[in-house]
T-cell receptor, first 116, second 111 residues
């Protein structure tokens, strides 16, 4: 079965550079979530999209932006990178139903971002 | 995690049973998920509870008490591959579903 695909798998950047992470949700999933997980920390919700519109916003820095495209894939753009941005970035998708178990998320393998 | 409490670490031996407890803030509650996460990998869905009681899925069972804001994940016949972090995750009814993650319980299974 198709899963959530994220690219790249690993990314190394220097301070003040920009990075773009991509996420391709499971087919027919209309909701995409982005999470940031620092070393030894729980995943922190960044932002979500439903039907190509931003649906919710969490602790996403102003330096970051994201969007969901017409084919439902999503991109997380990160500018002026800081050392503290080094983390594992997960994308997840769901069918976005009316609640309940249908809301369960399917996660991609993540993008490990290292800022040097 | 935001208003979700679970033990940081637990240890157990192969073949044993372990119970991982989770307490959470009840406001806006919309379901309780458990996810398993191996180091450096994505969380994977284990179970979902929205009504009180026990849900059993093979070696894993999950229990919920909504009035107490309490859940547990029960793992039976532990195997070495069960060594992972177990995330208690609360569904929040904000119109568009969002999940709030606990800090996770790191389980170490030894021979």
């Amino acid at each position: 079965a198709a899963g959530v695909i994220q690219s790249p798998r690993h990314l190394i950047k220097e301070k003040r550079e920009t990075a773009t992470l991509k996420c391709y949700p499971i087919p027919r999933h209309d909701t995409v979530y982005w999470y940031q997980q620092g070393p030894g920390q729980d995943p922190q919700f960044l932002i979500s999209f439903y039907e190509k519109m931003q649906s919710d916003k969490g602790s996403i820095p102003d330096r970051f932006s994201a969007q969901q495209f017409s084919d439902y894939h999503s991109e997380l753009n990160m500018s002026s990178l800081e050392l503290g941005d080094s983390a594992l970035y997960f994308c997840a998708s769901s069918s976005g139903g009316t609640g309940g178990e249908e809301e369960k998320l399917f996660f991609g393998s993540g993008t490990q971002l290292s800022v040097l | 995690g935001q208003n979700i409490d679970q033990p940081t670490e637990m240890t157990a031996t192969e073949g044993a049973i372990v119970q991982i407890n989770c307490t959470y803030q009840t406001s806006g509650f919309n379901g309780l998920f458990w996810y398993q996460q191996h180091a450096g990998e994505a969380p994977t869905f284990l179970s979902y509870n929205v009504l009180d009681g026990l849900e059993e899925k093979g070696r894993f069972s999950s229990f919920l008490s909504r009035s107490k804001g309490y859940s547990y994940l029960l793992l039976k016949e532990l195997q070495m591959k069960d060594s992972a972090s177990y995330l208690c995750v609360r569904g929040v009814d904000t119109g568009f579903q969002k999940l709030v993650f606990g800090t996770g319980t790191r389980l170490l299974v030894s021979p």
